[in-house]
C-alpha cells in the first residue's frame, strides 16, 4: 500500500499556506489520514489547520497506546472514527476557552478519514467541504463555499451533533482512494503554455496513476499541470492518496 501526499500554497495567497494534512498509523493495521482547510475569511486560518493537525495525533497516539492495553475492546471503525471527533470536539472547546479565542479563530474544515488494513474496510467523515475519490467515483462535498465549521458546533451537545452528521461514506476492498480539500477545484490558468488540451484536474489527481512508481506522485503532477498545461490551484491545496 502506497501512501502520497502534498500540501501547496493558492496562487491566490501570499503568506500563508492555510490548508495542512495528517497521515498517522494506529497499531500495525489501521491509518487516519485528514487534510484540513482554513476559512480564509477568518482569522489566523492557517493556524487553525495546524492546530487541528496536532491535536488529531495526539488523539491518534493517545487511542493507539489504549489499543494496546485493551486488546478486547475492539471497536467497529465508525465507534472509533467517532471518538477521534469527540476528542478533537472536547480539545477544540478547551482550547477555545483557555485562550479566550472567538469562533472566526478556529474556523476550518476536515475531511478524516479510518482505514483498517486488515479488514480492508473504512469510512470517510467530512467536516464541511471537500473533494473526496473512493476506487474512481468523485464525491464534492460543497455548500456553496459556506462550510458548516466544527466550530459553529462546540456550544452543543457532541452526541446530538455527531448523530446529525451525513457526510459519511463507509467503503471496502480499496484500491485508490483519495481525499483533497476544496482548492483541488480551483485551478486556472496561470500562463500560456504550448498545450490546449483540455483536463479535468481532479480526475487527473485522484484517478490517473502516471509516476505512482514515485513517492512525490503528486507534487509531480502539480509540476506537469503548471508547467505543461499552464494552470494552478488558485486556493490552497491538501491531498492525500491511497493507491494498494
Known sequence: MNVYSTL?????????????LLIKKIGSDKIVCA????????????????????????IIIENGYKALYEKENKHCLETELKEIIKGLFNELK?????????????????????YDHAKDEGIIMAIGDGVVCINGNITEFDRDNKPDYLAYHLHEDFEDWFSAQS????????????????????????????????INFAEYLMINCENSDTEDML????????????????????????IK
Not at 478547551?94 to 479510518?114: R, S
Not at 457526510?167 to 471496502?172: H, L, N, S, T, Y
Not at 507534487?219 to 491511497?242: C, M, S
Request: aromatic share 8%; hydrophobic share 40%; proline share 1%.
Open 94 to 114: 478547551f482550547v477555545k476557552n483557555h485562550l479566550l479565542m472567538d469562533e472566526k479563530e478556529i474556523l476550518a474544515t476536515a475531511i478524516i478519514l479510518v
Open 35 to 58: 487534510v484540513m482547510d482554513g476559512c480564509s475569511t477568518a482569522m489566523d486560518s492557517h493556524f487553525t489547520s495546524t492546530l487541528i493537525r496536532k491535536i488529531l495525533r495526539k
Open 167 to 198: 457526510q459519511k461514506i463507509f467503503f471496502d476492498h480499496l484500491d485508490d482512494i483519495s481525499i483533497a480539500t476544496d482548492g483541488i477545484l480551483t485551478f486556472s490558468k496561470i500562463k500560456k503554455t504550448n498545450s490546449e488540451e483540455l
Open 219 to 242: 507534487n509531480r503532477k502539480l509540476k506537469q499541470l503548471e508547467y505543461q498545461y499552464g494552470v494552478k490551484p488558485t486556493d490552497d491545496l491538501a491531498i492525500i492518496r491511497i
Open 8 to 20: 501547496q500554497i493558492g496562487d491566490y495567497h501570499f503568506n500563508h499556506c492555510e490548508d495542512d
